[in-house]
């Protein structure tokens, strides 16, 4: 069911961050690489869009194919209908054949949203035939938003959020800042770079910001690109983690050393897919992550 915040405040950061960061993993888990690597292109604006002088009820239809057709899910009929409601849209998940997919009344008049709300929908009718669901509304809600992006279709949800002095919209349960998190994820894992298509400004300064976020990711220790401060500090545990071997614990950056039977060990996020990843101290190593097979330089 897709949120529709358009009374209350927005609010901006990364408070579901772990959340999003465990839904990208279950999806490496769930797909696999090869399998996500199906989704590498993205929903062209073309196919979501809604002129004025479309027809309301077929437009949304053939939108709503599209985006059956983007996610892989079987070919079949999709029923589109719209009645006022509380959220922005619902969906039923039923065994099919077919998709029966509600909008709230407002879409008939705000036509260029119509693609947004039936992508997080429609990724419910995925998720629910794949078997994958986080426990708690508000999590399976969160792995919604993130599969809508990361699979390709989620650019058109951050595209809803706009704010202006009189007036605001934002579609979704994560915050504008963690939908550019996943889009750029997305764009760093397959090369797609989702900024040329946002229409809307507050969307594109999202995206920039959720950008940096991800970059960062690039630049922790033990990645051979981490900066300088970030050296320093995992030099200074490394030596702690030697000397009090017994004591072992997950730093503030997030990586962890642990004592083996071959000697020093840390582990880490992997900036990819974020499945725990163990190397050995030993200077400079490539480690390839045994989930999303990404090839790490490190400086351990």
Sequence with gaps: M??????APVVHGFPHLDTVRSAITALYRRLSPDGLRSYATSVPPADAALADDDDLHLGARRVARSLVRHLRLPDARVVVGFRTMEHAASVELT?????FVELNDRFRTHRRDVGAALAHEITHVLLHRLGLA???TRANEILTDTTTAYLGAGWLLLDAFRQDAVSRQKLGYLT???FGYVLAKRALAFGEDPAPWFTSPQAYTAY???RARALAELRGPPLADAGWAGRRRYARDRRHARAHPDTARRTEAGYAFEASGEGLRVSFACPTCHQR???PVRGRVGVRCGLCRTVLECDT
């Design 2 to 7: 897709a949120n529709d915040n358009r009374a």
């Design 134 to 136: 986080f426990p708690g």
């Design 277 to 279: 990843i163990r190397a």
């Design 176 to 178: 504008p800042e963690e």
């Design 208 to 210: 920039t910001e959720g």
């Design 95 to 99: 065994a099919g054949p077919e998709y």
